[in-house]
């Protein structure tokens, strides 16, 4: 049996049903799209995020938890943890700062005090700026090995 976890943003108790409908917005943008990939009927989406989780089967739960890679384990328990994939070469460095960007939005706190919105803010800015320069670094290293071979 799902968990209907309740976690505080900014004040406001949270069910788990609209933690993973904001994640599925802030990776595929609307629910529409994301149910047409995840191949399950639009209504059937907004069936699972309205009456709970507890009203799914358990084949859409895994056709969720597939096509945003969590782990159904931790969203029965009422949480929404990226699951690893270990058999992949290598972790997509863009993937790995959107989930930490969203974790950031949810969980406002920096050593278990909370933060307004404009620290968050910074964070996630230097996240992107982090990337940013990663990627540079990344490009100008495969430049010069090039030139070498």
Request: glycine share 6%; hydrophobic share 35%.
């Amino acid at each position: 049996m799902l968990k209907n976890s309740k976690k505080i943003k900014g004040g406001v108790h949270m069910i788990i049903e609209d933690e993973l409908k904001e994640y599925i917005l802030s990776k595929y943008g609307s629910l529409r799209d994301f149910s047409n990939i995840a191949q399950i009927a639009p209504s059937t989406l907004y069936t699972i995020l309205t009456r709970g989780l507890d009203s799914a089967n358990v084949g859409n739960i895994i056709k969720i938890c597939k096509t945003l890679n969590i782990s159904a384990d931790a969203l029965a328990d009422g949480e929404i943890k990226p699951k690893l994939d270990w058999s992949k070469t290598s972790l997509d460095v863009k993937d790995i700062v959107d989930d930490t960007k969203f974790k950031l939005a949810h969980a406002v706190t920096i050593e278990g005090k909370k933060v307004d919105i404009e620290i968050v803010e910074s964070l996630s800015d230097t996240l992107d700026i982090g990337y940013e320069l990663s990627k540079r670094k990344s490009t100008n290293k495969t430049s010069i090995d090039e030139e070498i071979t």
